[in-house]
């Protein structure tokens, strides 16, 4: 005698319903994922133009050292005459009437090796922090842009400077030809840019 089982009653397959409620939980948490993947990779690529902008602060904060060592007047014995307006480049543009309290973009040296690639000198930075010559009318390439302004602590014998390294926020639109260019940093009103800000003292080297 054969015995025939039918299926019970109560046995049933996926419906179509719960394989698409199954398919959007999934793509959910997938499109959560993703996001989550991208807010890191822009975090990460924030974290580094802030550190290279912060480098580039630092750098500028040491030129103007550099440049003051040529500052060796008035000496102890008091002399009144003051030599950082005609033996440094930087320092005297910082120092200088108008300037003081301003900020501005420092002028490189306009003869001598300088001219070709200002190393040492320039405003413009390109995304690995170095030196980005003008070419005549623009900053080919450049990402940062500095610019510097003092104010006296103490009149011909302590230079308080303040640096400021900026750049596009998110690289979201291209710099404009006036990039490092103009005297404000908002070239592009429809951009939004990042700042750093670095504030050291610089003072005349005793003379020997």
Not at 7 to 20: L, Q
Not at 27 to 35: D, N, R, T, Y
Not at 94 to 109: D, E, I
Not at 135 to 164: I, K
């Amino acid at each position: 005698m054969t015995t025939t089982r039918h299926p019970s009653r109560f046995t049933r397959a996926y419906t179509a319903v719960e394989v698409m409620l199954s398919i959007v939980v999934l793509g959910i948490g997938a499109a959560g994922v993703m996001s989550m993947q991208k807010a890191s990779i822009q975090g990460n690529n924030d974290a580094r133009m802030l550190d290279m902008a912060n480098s580039i602060a630092r750098e500028w904060q040491e030129r103007l050292r550099r440049d003051a060592m040529t500052w060796t007047q008035p000496d102890e014995g008091g002399t009144a005459t003051e030599n950082w307006s005609s033996n440094t480049f930087l320092i005297s543009q910082l120092g200088t009437g108008a300037n003081v309290g301003a900020f501005q973009y420092l002028s490189a040296p306009t003869t001598g090796y300088t001219t070709a690639m200002p190393a040492g000198y320039s405003r413009a930075f390109d995304i690995l922090g170095r030196d980005v010559p003008f070419n005549g009318t623009t900053y080919p390439n450049a990402v940062f842009c500095a610019q510097a302004r003092g104010d006296w602590l103490l009149q011909d014998q302590l230079l308080r400077t303040e640096v400021r390294v900026y750049w596009l926020a998110q690289m979201m639109t291209a710099p404009s030809g006036k990039f490092c260019v103009s005297d404000s940093p908002d070239v592009n009103s429809a951009a939004t840019y990042h700042f750093v800000y670095a504030t050291t003292a610089v003072r005349r080297t005793p003379g020997s």
